[in-house]
């Protein structure tokens, strides 16, 4: 018994070993012969000439460019009222005629804000429709943005010297 238990465990010890001389290959597996690097993405897809985009994108501009205007005179109107004296009394003649000034200003700023929206709808437009982005259209967006910030950080500074936040 102990004898056919020994030959059974040396048949299946056996089983498990490989003939001498056969190893595991060392040459590259394809994985390893890959390149590392991502592959280059395809090169974007150019906007083509849309002059009835440009023809928007000029009339939003012009419009950008009168609210800008039209924003300065009335921030120069507030400024002008916040100087004078008693316009931080709140209830008092000075302080009314610079409450009016500051709505007209604000009410100013919100022209550049309606331009900025138009200008971001046209980009979201494009981006719904799978178009690739069209460089005149994005330079406006970015300069109306800048006005924004512009406005919005005299707007401030206007409110500061008035004593609101």
């Known amino acids: 018994m102990l004898r056919a238990l020994s030959l059974s465990l040396f048949i299946l010890v056996a089983g498990c070993t490989e003939a001498p001389g056969v190893y595991p290959s060392l040459a590259k597996r394809p994985i390893e012969s890959r390149p590392d690097t991502p592959p280059?993405?395809?090169?974007?897809?150019?906007?083509?000439?849309?002059?009835?985009?440009?023809?928007?994108?000029?009339?939003?501009?012009?419009?950008?460019?009168?609210?800008?205007?039209?924003?300065?005179?009335?921030?120069?109107?507030?400024?002008?009222?916040?100087?004078?004296?008693?316009?931080?009394?709140?209830?008092?003649?000075?302080?009314?005629?610079?409450?009016?000034?500051?709505?007209?200003?604000?009410?100013?700023?919100?022209?550049?804000?309606?331009?900025?929206?138009d200008l971001e709808r046209l980009v979201t437009d494009r981006g719904v429709a799978g178009e690739p982005p069209y460089p005149a259209l994005d330079a406006a967006r970015a300069k109306a943005q800048a006005q924004a910030d512009a406005q919005n950080a005299r707007l401030s500074t206007v409110k500061a010297r008035l004593g609101e936040k």
Do not use: C, N, Y
């Open 40 to 117: 280059e993405p395809p090169a974007p897809e150019t906007a083509k000439p849309d002059p009835a985009l440009d023809a928007q994108i000029r009339t939003l501009l012009a419009q950008l460019a009168k609210a800008d205007s039209d924003f300065a005179d009335a921030a120069a109107k507030v400024e002008r009222a916040a100087a004078v004296s008693g316009s931080r009394t709140v209830g008092s003649d000075a302080w009314i005629g610079a409450q009016a000034a500051l709505a007209d200003l604000e009410m100013r700023r919100g022209d550049s804000q309606s331009v900025l929206t």
